[in-house]
């Protein structure tokens, strides 16, 4: 085989490229381990795509292949910071990525009800927004000339929740249709569309000293263990008892109540005699001292046992997240601490939130990353309501459903749609908390989402495997986006010699494809060009659409003998 690809990896992502691949018509040969590279011909391949869910295979893999070829091109996923920075000095030909810096922008923009995503192309900067349609009419009369790049059909419409990718600007829409729209900031501006600035930074904990009073005596109440309440009370009883007793039988010279109180205290604690003793007492109540005593040491002991288990165990760690927790307000709550939860936490808190992760693990690799981060953990069953109820989810703002286990993520957003109530749906008194589903398989979230009426579930696969083919195919992926339950990409490509898009009018390009922008040889750009504009030998296109159809529509731009036979 010459010109193949190598994809390495079992998971929902490796299976998917592997997939797209070969529907590309490129030949894809799969391997599990590094030591089978040479029989899967690494020294006639085009690329080695390491997608596996193992950092030290991938790594291992990725180097191997460097090693066997300089100029096949290496594209590897690693969710570790060091390991990509490292694998990223003089890779060579290929691309080092992690899924988290691909995907947690689309979850981030969902917790924050945002409608516009930032893309810059080479030079170029384009905003993507969405809005409803104030009214019922085509493209071009409510939006002018702006590139349309999907509409989501709303209730009014036939077809509620279809997405049409790409439209004409002749193309109806109903009011209250969802509408993506592209174009540079200043462009929708112009057309009277707002471009979303960065979140404003929260109210957050705030909160009065009473209600601090309070929530610090409710956390001690909660957190200690119960048993402790039962020592304590022993203790003191058996304290107030000796009190009262000294007092009335203590003699030569008698006692006042506080010597009664102190010398009770210093016997059950065992550091007297000095002051006062039993040696002169009568025989009765120097036998009840030795009693005190035995009594003190035991409910001593006990008690510094409870008050170790507070502070030296687990407990610790346990209960001081949600002592955090109790102290938030509009906050944001992050569920899953895996590699890609905590990358959206770290985004949300940059963003200004306060942030609140519930973990089912307590020795979570990534916990000393969220203390840094002053990031509050609550370790319990994310699809049990006492555990979301401890992390405040009727104060949350949004709630980001991201473990690496769609049933436990579908089972959880179930449980906060029921949590949340009133606030699940927009209203006039209650503004809607967005919950966001991570689904790997792309049916099964659509499914979800038309069941249930999840409006933001998103597949990590769907958004980071087109960078991931992209740059095994030798493409340039700009970003990806979510419209509804499909996802887009804004990708370039430079027009080769004798290649598909060579002359090519923009007429008969794909309809699932647009091409925003077109820069010629010269530097002089056109956007949003015409039917009759064409592309020539040397023009770089940047295009938006569904990503199958737009990596199709870029491999066109590149010549033939950029292909491999097979293809």
């Known amino acids: 085989m010459v010109g193949h690809t190598i994809v390495s990896g079992a998971d929902a992502l490796a299976v ?27 020294s006639t391949a085009a690329a080695v795509v390491c997608v596996g869910d193992d950092d030290a295979l991938n790594l291992e893999i990725a180097l191997l292949a460097r090693q066997y070829s300089p100029t096949v091109r290496v594209v590897a996923r690693l969710a570790n910071g060091v390991l990509r920075e490292a694998m990223a000095v003089d890779n060579g030909p290929g691309a080092v990525l992690d899924v988290a810096d691909l995907a947690a922008p689309s979850v981030v923009e969902a917790c924050l009800a945002r409608t516009t995503h930032t893309i810059a192309t080479g030079g170029l900067e384009f905003v993507v927004s969405g809005a409803d349609a104030p009214r019922t009419g085509t493209l071009r009369e409510i939006y002018g000339d702006l590139a349309p790049v999907a509409v989501l059909h709303g209730d009014h419409s036939a077809t509620p929740g279809a997405v049409v990718a790409c439209p004409g600007r002749d193309v109806m829409v109903d009011e ?16 009277g569309i707002a471009v979303a600035a960065r979140a404003t930074v ?153 942030v609140a992760v519930v973990e089912l693990n307590i020795d979570n690799r990534y916990l000393s990353a969220a203390a840094d981060l002053d990031i509050p953990v609550i370790f319990g069953d994310a699809t049990l309501p006492s555990t979301l109820e401890a992390a405040r989810i009727d ?6 459903v991201l473990t690496d286990n769609d049933m436990v993520n579908i089972e959880t957003g179930i449980v906060s749609r029921e949590r949340l109530k009133a606030r699940w749906t927009n209203s006039s008194r209650h503004p809607r908390v967005p919950v966001v589903l991570r689904v790997f398989d792309r049916v099964l979230g659509a499914a979800v989402a038309q069941r249930f009426g999840f409006e933001n579930v998103r597949s990590t696969v769907e958004l980071a495997a087109p960078w991931y083919i992209g740059a095994a195919l030798g493409l340039t992926v700009f970003g990806t ?59 770089t296109a940047y295009l938006v659409g569904p990503y199958r159809e737009l990596l199709d529509t870029l491999r066109k731009g590149r010549s033939a003998s950029f292909r491999s036979p097979a293809q």
Request: aromatic share 8%.
């Open 16 to 42: 998917r490229i592997a997939e797209e691949l070969r529907g590309t018509g490129t030949t894809v040969t799969v391997i599990d381990r590094a030591d089978e590279l040479t029989a899967a011909g690494i």
């Open 176 to 191: 209250g249709d969802w509408v993506a729209m592209i174009g540079t900031a200043d462009e929708l501006a112009a057309e």
């Open 202 to 354: 929260t109210a957050g904990s705030h909160r009065g000293p009473v209600t601090r009073l309070v929530n610090a005596a409710r956390a001690f109440r909660e957190d200690v263990n119960p048993n402790f309440y039962r020592a304590l009370s022993v203790s003191l009883s058996l304290l107030a008892f000796s009190t009262v007793l000294l007092w009335f039988t203590y003699d030569k010279p008698g006692m006042s109540l506080i010597d009664a109180l102190y010398f009770s205290t210093e016997t059950i604690a065992t550091v007297g005699y000095g002051d006062f003793s039993f040696s002169d007492q009568p025989t009765w109540l120097r036998l009840f001292s030795i009693v005190l005593m035995f009594a003190g040491i035991t409910t001593t002991a006990v008690l510094m046992a409870f008050i170790a288990d507070l502070l030296l165990s687990r407990r610790l760690a346990y209960s001081a997240g949600r002592r955090k927790v109790r102290e938030l307000r509009d906050h944001m709550i992050v569920v899953g601490l895996g590699s890609f939860g905590i990358r959206v936490a770290a985004d949300l808190k940059a963003a200004g939130h306060d």
């Open 395 to 400: 104060d949350a703002v949004a709630v980001a």
């Open 481 to 539: 986006f979510s419209v509804g339950q499909a996802s887009f990409m804004v990708g370039g490509v430079q027009v080769e010699p004798g290649s598909e898009l060579d002359g090519i009018r923009m007429a008969e390009l794909s309809t699932q494809a647009r091409v925003i922008a077109i820069v010629g040889r010269t530097g002089v750009r056109e956007l949003h060009p015409r039917r009759g504009s064409q592309l020539n030998a040397g023009d």
